[in-house]
């Protein structure tokens, strides 16, 4: 059985070259994720090498591509992978109308995590 210290995490994400943030919101919030959830792992790089405990974050910007997360565990044995990509951008603004709808009334400081009951 092999344990999850065998296996090097690793992100790409690709957006439209329009956007100013690099990382992304979302590499980032998933690199936090698994560090909070791996022992192994305390930070992240973004474009640059990686250490034995920190994850690779590598950003990309391609037009068009309106975003793409891929996230890599590579072993020796095996690789797992999961990648998300949207074709467009409608789940973004139905998001953004659905966290505007649950935002009406309120004061203070939320997250998506709220939007969505999580």
């Not at 997360?69 to 998001?95: L, M, P």
């Amino acid at each position: 059985m092999q344990d999850n210290t065998a296996y090097t995490v690793s992100l790409e994400e690709i957006h439209h070259t329009a956007k100013k943030d690099s990382p992304s919101g979302t590499a980032i919030s998933l690199a936090d994720q698994i560090i909070q959830s791996c022992a192994r792992y305390r930070s992240w790089t973004s474009n640059a090498p990686s250490t034995n405990d920190s994850i690779l974050i590598e950003s990309k910007r391609i037009d068009p591509a309106p975003g793409t997360h891929h996230v890599q565990w590579k072993s020796a044995i095996d690789d797992i992978e999961i990648i998300h990509t949207a074709h467009n951008r409608e789940g973004f603004a139905a998001g953004a109308v659905i966290a505007a709808e649950f935002l009406y009334g309120k004061k203070g400081v939320y997250t998506m995590k709220d939007v969505l009951g999580l």
